[in-house]
């Protein structure tokens, strides 16, 4: 019997980075685990950044489209914590992850992620959207963006600087996967696949994309 095909969901919002999203996606898609880019709407409720529906102006300008908004794919997928699903991903973009930090669905949907012990994966400054979020995760080891390393100690998180191989550059703490910024999105992908469907599948993604 096939196993269950994995599920992923990306958040996106307004100034989010367009290369930890993407290549994030790209990557697990090619490790066949099913992903869902959901948008976090901004508190009026409009499109993030633009009149477009479902559209996200990046932090570098680039408009991406999400597949539908963080409040529907609640209310019909993870309404309950048997739908949630198997990694929440987190890009980085200071100001994506000050939108998420901000929204209260945002807090809620990562709550019980983490209560269920399902994994959770964010890059660069989205560890900071942990924090805001009742310190969830608090007392784990993770990395971030370094600028951001004081602000997550005195949160109370054991931050590191990720050493190259293995992972790659990527901090992984039981459910928690963590890197640092757009030029270790292949690293931060490949870990979170290697953790979904196993390090062989991701090996073979890594040997298609030419990684090393």
């Known amino acids: 019997m096939m196993a269950a095909t994995k599920r992923a969901l990306a958040l996106i919002a307004r100034g989010s980075e367009e290369m930890e999203l993407v290549i994030t996606v790209d990557v697990l898609r090619r490790c066949n685990v099913e992903v869902t880019v959901a948008l976090v709407q901004e508190a009026e409720g409009t499109a993030a950044g633009n009149t477009e529906p479902l559209v996200a102006c990046c932090s570098r300008g680039v408009n991406v489209k999400a597949d539908t908004t963080l409040q529907a794919y609640v209310e019909q ?32 949907l990562l709550e019980r992620q983490a209560r269920v012990g399902k994994l959770v994966a964010a890059i660069c400054a989205a560890p900071t959207v942990l924090a805001a979020h009742g310190k969830l995760f608090a007392g784990r080891r993770l990395t971030s963006y370094p ?31 963590t890197s640092l910024g757009p030029a270790t999105t292949f ?15 991701a090996d073979k993604v890594a040997a298609g994309l030419l990684y090393k």
């Open 187 to 201: 690293d931060f992908g490949l870990a979170i696949g290697a953790a979904l469907v196993g390090q062989e599948v």
């Open 147 to 177: 600028s951001f390393r004081e602000k997550l100690q005195a949160d109370g998180y054991q931050w590191e600087e990720p050493a190259a191989g293995g992972l790659g550059r990527v901090v992984r703490d039981e459910n928690l996967i």
């Open 77 to 108: 997928q993870a309404a309950t914590d048997d739908g949630l699903p198997d990694a929440i991903i987190l890009p980085g973009g200071l100001e994506g992850a000050k939108a998420m930090a901000q929204a209260p669905a945002v807090g809620a």
